[in-house]
C-alpha cells in the first residue's frame, strides 16, 4: 500500500489535483447550450457575436465547473504546503540530501528513461510560490469571467497550465520538466486566442505558438544530445556527478569548434529559455499575448510560463559552469551569452515600454525587462539572485495585472453604465451647435440640433 505521508511520494500527487480538474470539468461539467448572441443571459459583453448564435455554459454547469477548479488547485496547495512542512522539519543538511522517487518508464536498450519526482531547496520556493498564486488568479477569475460564454473552458484550461506548471516543479529529469514545459506552451495557445473569433486574439495565439516552438525544438535538441552522452537526464545524476561534468567540459562539441559539450547543450537550452521568456530576438509573442483574458496574462507572467524558462536555466546551472568560474569573472560561453542577451534586453524593452498607452502592453515590456535582468544576473553566476528575483516578480506582476483588469473592467462597466441610462435604450446623443445669424438686437444662435451617434463597445481583456 502506498504511503501518502512519504514525502519521497507526495511530490507525485503535487499536480493531480489541477490535472484531475481539467479532466473532470471537459468531460462532464463543461455543457452549454445555443442562445442568441442578444440574450439577456448573455449579457452582450461580447459585441464580436452579434448576430450569432452562441454556445452558453449553463448556470449549473459554470458553478460545477468554479467548484472543481478551485478543489484541484486546494488540493495541489496543501500537499504542496505539507511538502514544505516536512522541508522544514527535515533534520539533516536538506540539498545534500532531497526527496525523491523515480520510477523507470521506457527502455531504451541498455539504459532506460525514467521519470520521477524530487523535491530540494529550489523547487521548495517554488511550492509555496506556484499553488498561492494559481489560487489568487483562479479566484479572480470567478469574477472576470463571470459573463463570458465559455467560462468552463476557460477554468478547465488554466487547471491544465497549473498543473504543467507544477509537474515542470516537481520534475527529477529534464524530460519530465520538457513535458510540462510544453503542454504549458499548449494552454498558453489556446488561452491567449481564447476569444478566438477575434481577429488579433487568433494572430496572436498562432504568433505565440509558433515563435516559442522554434525555441523549444533547438531545446529538445540539447536534451537529445545530452542524454546521447550521459545515458540519463536526472539532475542529480549528471549536476551532481563531477565525474559527468568534466567529462562533457572535455568532450568536444559535436558540430562547433572552440567548445565543449557542456557548453553547446547549455547554448541550447538557453535558446529555450530566451523563446519561453520572451528574451530578445524571440520577445514579440509576449505583448501581443495580451488579447488573451486578464487571468490569462496573470498566469503567463507571475505562476507559470515565463517563470519556468528562468527556473529551468537555475535548476541546469552547474551545467553553464562547466569549465568556468563566474565568481571569479571567468564565464564559460553560455554564461556570456545569457549576460548580453540578458542586459540587452533589460534595457530593450524597458525603453518599448515608455512608449506604450496600452495599461497591459506597459506590464508586457516590464515583464520582459525584469526577466531579462534575472537572465543576466544568471549569467554572471548571480544565481540565488535571480531566484530571488524570480519569486519577488511572480507575485507582483500578477497583482499589477489583476489590478489592470479590474481597471478596464470598471471602465467598460461604467461606459456600458452611461450609455444605458443617460437616455434610456437610444443610443448618446450629441448636441450640434448651429451657424449664428445677426439680427438687430445681437448675434443669437438659430438652435440647437440633437443628432445620434453609434456606440461602440470592445471586449475586455
Same mark, same amino acid.
Given at each position: ?184 506552451? *499548449?494552454? !498558453?495557445? @489556446? ?9 488579433? +486574439?487568433?494572430? &496572436? /495565439?498562432?504568433? =505565440? ?121 571567468? *564565464?564559460? !560561453?553560455? @554564461? ?9 534586453? +533589460?534595457?530593450? &524593452? /524597458?525603453?518599448? =515600454? ?108
Amino acid at each position: 500500500m502506498i504511503d501518502l505521508t512519504n514525502p519521497n511520494i507526495l511530490p507525485w500527487l503535487v499536480p493531480v489535483g489541477p490535472l484531475l480538474a481539467f479532466l473532470i470539468i471537459t468531460l462532464f461539467t463543461n455543457r452549454s447550450k445555443p442562445v442568441p448572441a442578444t440574450d439577456h443571459e448573455y449579457g452582450g459583453h461580447h459585441p464580436d457575436y452579434d448576430g450569432m448564435t452562441v454556445q452558453v455554459v449553463r448556470p449549473s454547469s459554470r458553478v460545477f465547473s468554479i467548484t472543481v477548479g478551485l478543489a484541484g488547485i486546494i488540493a495541489a496547495w496543501a500537499i504542496s504546503w505539507t511538502i514544505v512542512g516536512q522541508v522544514l522539519a527535515f533534520e539533516g543538511t536538506f540539498g545534500e540530501q532531497v526527496f525523491a522517487n523515480t520510477v523507470d518508464w521506457l527502455a531504451t536498450g541498455t539504459t532506460s528513461l525514467t521519470m520521477g519526482v524530487m523535491i530540494d531547496p529550489l523547487n521548495t520556493l517554488f511550492l509555496i510560490m506556484v499553488p498561492l498564486a494559481v489560487f489568487c488568479i483562479f479566484v479572480y477569475s470567478i469574477g472576470y469571467m463571470a459573463h463570458d460564454p465559455r467560462q468552463s473552458r476557460f477554468f478547465a484550461l488554466i487547471s491544465l497550465f497549473a498543473g504543467a506548471m507544477l509537474t515542470l516543479v516537481v520534475a527529477d529529469n529534464l524530460l519530465l520538466l520538457f513535458v510540462g514545459w510544453e503542454v504549458m506552451g *499548449l494552454c !498558453s495557445y @489556446l488561452l491567449i486566442g481564447f476569444w478566438f473569433e477575434k481577429h488579433s +486574439a487568433y494572430k &496572436a /495565439a498562432i504568433k =505565440a505558438f509558433t515563435t516559442t516552438r522554434i525555441a523549444d525544438v533547438i531545446m529538445l535538441l540539447g536534451i537529445v544530445y545530452l542524454y546521447s552522452l550521459t545515458g540519463t537526464l536526472n539532475f542529480r545524476d549528471i549536476l551532481y556527478n563531477a565525474e559527468v561534468l568534466e567529462r562533457l567540459g572535455n568532450t568536444p562539441a559535436l558540430v562547433f569548434t572552440g567548445i565543449n559539450a557542456a557548453g553547446l547543450i547549455s547554448i541550447f537550452l538557453i535558446i529555450g529559455t530566451v523563446g519561453k521568456s520572451a528574451q530578445f530576438p524571440l520577445h514579440v509573442w509576449l505583448p501581443d499575448a495580451m488579447e488573451g483574458p486578464t487571468p490569462v496574462s496573470a498566469m503567463i507572467h507571475a505562476a507559470a510560463m515565463v517563470s519556468a524558462g528562468v527556473y529551468a536555466v537555475i535548476r541546469v546551472f552547474p551545467l553553464m559552469e562547466v569549465g568556468g568560474h563566474p565568481h571569479d569573472g571567468d *564565464l564559460t !560561453s553560455p @554564461l556570456m551569452l545569457m549576460t548580453i542577451i540578458g542586459g540587452f534586453t +533589460a534595457l530593450f &524593452a /524597458a525603453t518599448i =515600454a515608455v512608449a506604450q498607452n496600452d495599461v497591459k502592453k506597459v506590464l508586457a515590456y516590464s515583464t520582459i525587462s525584469q526577466l531579462g535582468f534575472m537572465l543576466a544576473a544568471l549569467g554572471i553566476g548571480a544565481y540565488v539572485a535571480a531566484a530571488f528575483h524570480l519569486i519577488t516578480h511572480a507575485f507582483f506582476k500578477a497583482l499589477l495585472f489583476m489590478a489592470s483588469g479590474s481597471v478596464i473592467h470598471a471602465m467598460e462597466h461604467g461606459e456600458h453604465h452611461v450609455h444605458a441610462h443617460a437616455h434610456g435604450d437610444e443610443p448618446p446623443r450629441r448636441t450640434v451647435m448651429t451657424p449664428t445669424v445677426m439680427t438687430p438686437t445681437g448675434t443669437t444662435p438659430t438652435g440647437m440640433v440633437t443628432t445620434p451617434t453609434a456606440t461602440s463597445s470592445t471586449r475586455k481583456t
